[in-house]
């Protein structure tokens, strides 16, 4: 029979460890880094990525779990005899060039499932590891910041929200024309560079919203998010209104609108042209 696990406590000692070990990497990044090749998503691999990555497959295996690792950095990768039990669906660090270049906002994105389909993920924790803010969720339980229950903020006009628009593209000639009628109605625009920590700020209500379509981001960053958003309450779908789901693949890439609330999604969704 399969074995029942309670996979908060893991996810937590995950974060604890990579903390530890990226401790000693973030004193030395202003001296030369190796060159360590493409990682399975497509960007140059840091050694911090690294770390991070064997901090976790490191915490899975000393508490002897099965498990199919799905990585921005190494790709898809089998552990353990029975691999196909569970799915870790790891972004080790999001918001890389915000860590190399000193700016405080990057963060750890783990996620579990039962199969690498993004809907099917139960279990999600995404770490600021700068300011050591931690939010996850499981399915059908909430979600919480620091073990507290958090919710969405009410804020349904566009001209009082502050909405997180992801502009960072080689595509933005296409990009910018689908945005321009949502950017002109909203005041406070952000971009803070780390989109797995900007979902979680949808969640519990620090900002409105959050956008991304520009077809860049990956699966492997958003997994956590996901179940963080839904669990929290508020919305995300497809920039054309649908379900968002996803093969969980460091390949596959996803395009969303994720909003506090019905009134302020419908706002948004109503300003974007697909
Ligand atoms: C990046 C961040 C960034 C987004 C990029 C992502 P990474 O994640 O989320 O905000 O604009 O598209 O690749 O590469 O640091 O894991
Ligand atoms: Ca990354």
Redesign the pocket.
Known sequence: MKKQIDWLPVLSQCKENIQKEIAPLLKTLNQPQPNLGIGA?G?PIKQI?LAAENAIIKTLKEYGLSFTLIS??SGIKEHGSNPEENYVTA????G?TNLMRGIPFYATSIAVSTKPELRAVHTALVADLFHDVTYTAKKGRGAQRNGQKITPSKQALLEEAVVGVDLNTYKLRKVVPQLTRLIEKTKHIRHLGANALELCYVADGTTDAFIDIRGKLRAT?TAAAWLIIKEAGANITTPDGKPLNAKLDPKEKLKFIAAANQKIYRAILSLIKA
């Open positions: 998503g960007d990525d921005e950095e972004d080790p660090i999001d890389t960053d």
